[in-house]
């Protein structure tokens, strides 16, 4: 199980997600991509992508954004805003490190 | 009666809180210090030049017995303090001292972290964190031999180096790809490690111990998760530090990873703080001299009744390594309107990167010129507006003020004899006399006409200012096609350099080649992956987060999310058996759609991701291996029914076309390659729109190339006619090979033929037998590292996390 302290959850280890790539979580019905950078920062996004909801978690991670592996619009990290001259976003989450524990706030989840 | 001061701990921190309080009010307390060790307050920073002989324990004491004296403090040394009593506001120590205080200053510092491994209490294993441990240090190198650091970060790279001064023979472990990550990108890392080779330290990322050996009770070997087994009498773990807060712990004050302060440095007990590595504020440890300081100052006024607070530090790191210029600052991540300035200048080893938000630096990493570093750390730590000095910032404090550096007039001030390439020893005067001479408009031609440029390719920016200089307007460098956003360099430079320079890694390219950006970019990442699988079969690792989806999961990515596979189906043969397996895994896995390929293979379509592993299993057991529909390599061989059926056939078509399948399927290629074999010259496995294809005729095979069916339609060109089957292979495989090395990223074979023109392909492949002998074995060197099946791979294991969710979570959990 995994282990519950305010809306803030355990969802795994920084170890498990590799650098430059992500892992998903699903929560009900959302599915949930966390991004882990070359520099060890975590970001989530709703793992679709605004253009033609393709799985973000498999796009190529760089620069602080993501490239959709369907048609390669490039989505940021951050905002889940388009990049370039596509236009649409993506849903944030809120996801952190304590140590090694990667940490997911539920709260935004609904 | 003046108030009672206590201090646990003799470290840097306290001795600057001191001098602080003494300042402010030298009468205000009576000042007593405990000491665990038996010394007086030396700079621990200068550890490192003692251990490598550069200084000695005597020329880094700050504080010495008389300045205490003086300042009737009371040092108590070699006396750990081993209770608080908070009710009576007393402190004993170990040597049965006691004292009472108004405030105590708990300062424990830090001790260092010890791997949990078999061994590591062997005689030889040592830490590095004071003055005993280098003296220890120093005893073990006089016998010299071979010393192991654990640890490549900032205290780990010091030690190997003072070791190495001290004549041992040096290995770094460390457990993450880069040296120091915390501190410094990826490319800075690189060039780091690439300096400690040049020491002579030998430097293992990505090496996790498993198990020190030790023999008579002493270290012999560190044993790693590989089963390597590196000898040595000597093992200095610095893998970090852990904040010392049992004292705190005991006595009830509230603790976590370090000993818990408010802004006020206060503990949770008002009259004690805590100051140091020990500390822990606002979910942060310090180890660095700087923020510990600031503690400091901010508790010297606390103790005076003041109102001070600590926010916390921004910090800047500094390797303190001759030879080696380092410097890092602030936050050097990628983010969302985050812009970088990079600077690399190859032939000097330097690589600059500052990190730019709202027109503010943010973060700074600097290697091989680190003179600005406290300049950019103090525009960062002031959010100094930047936006003024843009343009110029990266070449830092002495290049601001007055006009903006023209560089083209910079290069039109050189003199005519100035070398402009060091490689060719071609100076401006010929190169710019060449181009009026010859009327030469491109790059390429000043290269071909002068060889400027056209070696190592660092003055390849030099040499087009100087065609701008010359021609004006006439010169369009955007001529070549940069391969993306993040270098001017077209894909053919790029391919040259990597062999021109042995590069063979990422991060080497893109410093070697001064890259703009600090990481690429979705566009070059994955060619520069292809580009070094191809030119280094066995040296370069694979670096799976550069590709595409499809092939770092080995399966086509459909819209919906889920994936579509394709098995081998050599030549496009199948059997009973087969057909019946792949019937059973339809049924099984519920696999929506089954549809025949124009390959001639069987496609799985609508496969959950998380299935594919047990998918690929049973296909396995039926003795199916991956048919790399998603792979820019081989896709298939397809072939008609030959001799074996056809009342037409002059050869074994089928067969054929399974053997080159067999032979010639794993290599990665710069795009697909489809393959084709005929039987006749009727052409049912139309081998004429092929990549490469076989017509095989009474008096031998037709070979052909450059087809296409795709976007664009277009015939092949027929490369020439051999005799036996034998010779169709060596013919096909050369070819292919010359593709793979001279191909552009995503570029097909009839563009890349185009390209470089029929002829030069029918020349090096048909006439000259040597290149082609030459191509062939390449080729099949490469094979050697390829021909691994990637699905049976994944069923044992490989990549498990890329086919499983990190989590699924109960959503009414946190409600």
Not at chain 2, 195 to 213: P, R
């Given at each position: 199980m995994n282990a519950v302290s305010g809306t803030w959850v355990e969802i795994g280890h920084l170890s498990d997600i590799p650098r430059q790539g992500a892992r998903c979580i699903i929560i009900g019905e959302h599915r949930i991509a966390i991004f882990r950078t070359q520099e060890d920062e975590l970001f989530a996004l709703e793992d679709k992508c605004p253009h033609k909801k393709g799985p973000l978690s498999q796009g190529i991670v760089h620069d602080g954004c993501v490239t959709c592996p369907l048609h390669n619009w490039v989505i940021s990290l951050k905002t889940g805003e388009a990049q370039g001259a596509d236009e649409g976003s993506t849903e944030t989450y809120s996801v952190k490190c304590k140590g090694d524990v990667v940490l997911f706030d539920l709260s935004c989840v609904r | 009666m003046k108030k009672k001061l206590v201090i646990v701990g003799n470290g840097m921190a306290p001795g600057r809180m001191l001098e602080d309080l003494l300042e402010a009010d030298s009468e205000a307390y009576d000042i007593t210090i405990f000491n665990a060790e038996p010394r007086v307050n030396y700079n621990r920073l200068m550890l490192s030049p003692v251990l490598s002989g550069e200084k000695q324990y005597a020329d880094i004491i700050t504080h010495d017995d008389e300045w205490y004296a003086e300042r009737n403090i009371t040092l108590h040394k070699a006396s750990p303090v081993s209770a608080i009593d908070r009710g009576n506001k007393t402190v004993s120590s170990t040597n049965g001292l006691q004292c009472s205080y108004d405030k105590l200053v708990i300062a424990t510092g830090s001790n260092p972290f010890i791997i949990p491994v078999p061994g590591n209490d062997l005689n030889g294993v040592l830490t590095y964190r004071d003055l005993d441990d280098v003296e220890k240090m120093i005893e073990v190198a006089q016998t010299g031999g071979h010393a192991i650091v654990i640890g490549g970060g900032l205290l780990g790279l010091e030690a190997a180096a003072g070791l190495k001064a001290q004549g041992m023979d040096v290995t770094v472990l460390h457990l993450m790809p880069t040296l120091m990550e915390r501190q410094l990108d990826t490319a800075a890392g690189y060039?780091?490690?690439?300096?400690?080779?040049?020491?002579?330290?030998?430097?293992?990322?990505?090496?996790?111990?498993?198990?020190?050996?030790?023999e008579n009770g002493s270290?012999?070997?560190?044993?790693?998760?590989?089963?390597?087994?590196?000898?040595?009498?000597?093992?200095?773990?610095?893998?970090?530090?852990?904040?010392?807060?049992?004292?705190?712990?005991?006595?009830?004050?509230?603790?976590?990873?370090?000993?818990?302060?408010?802004?006020?440095?206060?503990?949770?007990?008002?009259?004690?703080?805590?100051?140091?590595?020990?500390?822990?504020?606002?979910?942060?440890?310090?180890?660095?001299?700087?923020?510990?300081?600031?503690?400091?100052?901010?508790?010297?006024?606390?103790?005076?009744?003041?109102?001070?607070?600590?926010?916390?530090?921004?910090?800047?790191?500094?390797?303190?390594?001759?030879?080696?210029?380092?410097?890092?600052?602030?936050?050097?991540?990628?983010?969302?309107?985050?812009?970088?300035?990079?600077?690399?200048?190859?032939?000097?080893?330097?690589?600059?990167?500052?990190?730019?938000?709202?027109?503010?630096?943010?973060?700074?990493?600097?290697?091989?010129?680190?003179?600005?570093?406290?300049?950019?750390?103090?525009?960062?730590?002031?959010?100094?507006?930047?936006?003024?000095?843009?343009?110029?910032?990266?070449?830092?404090?002495?290049?601001?003020?007055?006009?903006?550096?023209?560089?083209?007039?910079?290069?039109?001030?050189?003199?005519?004899?100035?070398?402009?390439?060091?490689?060719?020893?071609?100076?401006?005067?010929?190169?710019?006399?060449?181009?009026?001479?010859?009327?030469?408009?491109?790059?390429?031609?000043?290269?071909?006409?002068?060889?400027?440029?056209?070696?190592?390719?660092?003055?390849?920016?030099?040499?087009?200012?100087?065609?701008?200089?010359?021609?004006?307007?006439?010169?369009?460098?955007?001529?070549?096609?940069?391969?993306?956003?993040?270098?001017?360099?077209?894909?053919?430079?790029?391919?040259?350099?990597?062999q021109a320079k042995k590069l063979k890694t990422i991060p080497a390219v893109m410093q070697a080649l001064e890259w703009k950006t600090s990481n690429g970019c979705a566009k070059c990442r994955p060619a520069l992956n292809y580009y070094l699988v191809c030119d280094w079969p066995d040296e370069y690792a694979d670096d799976y987060q550069s590709r595409f989806i499809n092939e770092r999961v080995h399966a086509n990515i459909q819209k919906d999310g889920t994936y579509s596979i394709v098995p081998r189906m050599w030549g496009g043969q199948t059997s009973s058996k087969e057909l019946r397996a792949i019937a059973d895994v339809v049924d099984k896995f519920q696999i929506p759609t089954v549809k025949v390929t124009g390959g001639q293979r069987i496609d799985m379509l609508g496969i959950k991701k998380e299935d594919l592993p047990a998918v690929w299993a049973d296909l396995g057991k039926a003795g199916f291996v991956s048919g790399h529909a998603y792979a820019k390599g081989l896709r298939t061989v397809k072939t008609c029914v030959g001799t074996d059926w056809c009342r037409f056939g002059t050869q074994d078509s089928t067969g054929l076309g399974v053997r080159i399948e067999k032979f010639m399927w794993g290599s990665w290629t710069p795009a697909k390659v489809k393959m084709a074999v005929s039987g006749c010259p009727r052409n049912c496995a139309e081998a004429t729109c092929k990549d490469v294809g076989v017509i095989c005729v009474d008096s031998g095979f037709e070979i052909h190339f450059a087809g296409a069916a795709g976007l664009d339609i277009k015939g092949t060109e027929v490369l020439g006619l051999v005799k036996t089957e034998d010779e169709v292979l060596e013919h096909i495989v050369a070819l292919t090979q010359m593709y793979r090395e001279q191909g552009h990223y995503l570029e097909r074979i009839y563009k890349w033929a185009k390209r470089i023109g029929y002829d030069e392909v029918r020349t090096q492949i048909m006439d000259n037998a040597e290149k082609r002998q030459a191509y062939y074995e390449r080729f099949v060197f490469s094979q050697k590292f390829a021909q691994v099946d990637p699905w049976n791979e994944r069923v044992s294991g490989k990549d498990k996390h890329e086919f499983q969710p990190l989590a699924k979570l109960n959503l009414e959990a946190a409600e």
């Open positions: - | 060039l780091l490690e690439q300096a400690f080779e040049d020491l002579g330290i030998s430097v293992k990322t990505k090496a996790n111990t498993h198990e020190i050996l030790g270290v012999a070997a560190v044993k790693l998760d590989d089963g390597t087994e590196l000898p040595c009498t000597m093992v200095v773990m610095a893998v970090g530090i852990k904040p010392s807060c049992d004292l705190a712990q005991s006595c009830g004050i509230a603790v976590n990873r370090g000993v818990l302060v408010s802004d006020d440095m206060r503990t949770s007990d008002p009259d004690i703080f805590a100051l140091g590595e020990c500390v822990e504020h606002q979910g942060q440890c310090y180890g660095l001299v700087a923020p510990l300081y600031e503690m400091a100052t901010v508790i010297a006024d606390n103790l005076l009744d003041g109102t001070s607070q600590y926010s916390g530090s921004v910090t800047a790191t500094k390797l303190k390594v001759t030879g080696i210029d380092l410097y890092s600052a602030g936050d050097f991540s990628d983010g969302e309107g985050r812009e970088e300035i990079v600077l690399r200048d190859a032939s000097g080893g330097v690589y600059k990167r500052l990190v730019i938000k709202d027109n503010k630096i943010i973060g700074a990493v600097l290697y091989g010129e680190t003179a600005d570093g406290p300049w950019f750390f103090d525009l960062l730590k002031k959010q100094a507006d930047i936006s003024q000095m843009r343009e110029t910032l990266i070449f830092g404090q002495a290049y601001q003020g007055g006009e903006p550096l023209d560089p083209l007039a910079a290069v039109a001030a050189l003199p005519d004899d100035a070398e402009i390439c060091g490689c060719n020893g071609v100076c401006k005067s010929k190169i710019t006399g060449k181009i009026t001479e010859l009327g030469l408009t491109s790059l390429d031609e000043v290269r071909a006409h002068t060889k400027a440029s056209a070696s190592c390719g660092t003055c390849t920016g030099l040499v087009e200012q100087l065609m701008s200089l010359t021609l004006g307007e006439r010169y369009n460098p955007d001529a070549v096609v940069p391969m993306c956003g993040c270098t001017d360099l077209g894909h053919s430079d790029v391919r040259r350099l990597i």
